[in-house]
């Protein structure tokens, strides 16, 4: 089993609609959890971060948190073209020595117009 | 503020080279990560590196070593060059004294191998 999993895409959702992105970690005792948006050929740009059960949210960007279910989800409103990029979700490894964020493959958001 | 700067911004490597990336942290962030991104994957965690000392490793053969100087800032040595190696690498820089913050990645260094 993957440490964290995404639906790869293409996850296709027409302007001014929601688009729902979803990911599960396996590690029980990840405690931050991020999201990155990655345009073509450009780095990952840290969108949202999130540390506690529930909803977080930031302009048209809600994060949601489900600890029991081991669950991570990114909820962009009014989703415009510019929207489009492949969204990352990374689960932060903090203990000791360890400070690294594991990342899924990520899922490929198209906004049509 | 600067925030993580990397180069080069590409490069073009034969099998068997030797390559150097180089990243200067954010100001004020101490500690150093590095990362592979092949094509279509997410982020791979190479190695971290603080107070001049990598501090954890990722699954990476010894090819890959790196360094960290005194002004936090840090390389990546690839050796004998596979075609394999290509890929983004990213940079990214946190602070030691505020655990669980999010890294900040720099633009990244494409690397291709022929």
């Known amino acids: 089993q993957k440490e964290v999993e995404q639906n790869s895409g293409p996850l296709s959702v027409p302007e001014g609609a929601i688009a729902s992105l979803n990911c599960t970690y396996s590690?029980?005792?990840?405690?931050?959890f991020f999201w990155y948006r990655q345009y073509s050929g450009k780095s990952p740009e840290l969108i949202m971060s999130?540390?506690?059960?529930g909803d977080k949210e930031d302009g048209r960007f809600t994060a949601q948190l489900n600890k029991a279910s081991q669950y991570v989800s990114l909820l962009i409103r009014d989703s415009q073209p510019s929207d489009s990029a492949t969204y990352l979700c990374?689960?932060?490894?903090?203990?000791?020595?360890?400070?690294?964020?594991?990342f899924g493959t990520g899922t490929l958001l198209a906004v049509q117009p | 503020d600067a925030g993580v700067t990397q180069s080069p911004t590409h490069l073009i490597k034969t099998r068997g080279q030797q390559v150097t990336l180089r990243c200067s942290p954010k100001?004020?962030?101490?500690?150093v990560s590095w990362y592979q991104q092949a094509l279509g994957q997410g982020p791979q965690f190479i190695f971290q590196?603080?107070?001049?000392?990598?501090?954890q490793r990722g699954n990476f053969p010894d090819r890959f070593s790196g360094h960290q100087y005194p002004n936090y800032s840090s390389e990546l040595n690839v050796n004998a060059l596979l075609l394999g190696d290509s890929a983004l690498y990213l940079c990214?820089?946190?602070?030691?004294?505020?655990?669980?913050?999010?890294?900040?990645f720099g633009d990244g260094t494409r690397l291709s191998i022929l």
């Open positions: 990214a820089s946190s602070s030691s004294n505020r655990a669980n913050q999010p890294q900040h």
């Open positions: 590690d029980r005792v990840s405690q931050s």
């Open positions: 999130i540390y506690s059960n």
């Open positions: 990374a689960v932060g490894v903090y203990g000791g020595a360890t400070n690294k964020l594991i």
């Open positions: 100001s004020g962030h101490d500690t």
């Open positions: 590196y603080y107070e001049e000392e990598e501090r």
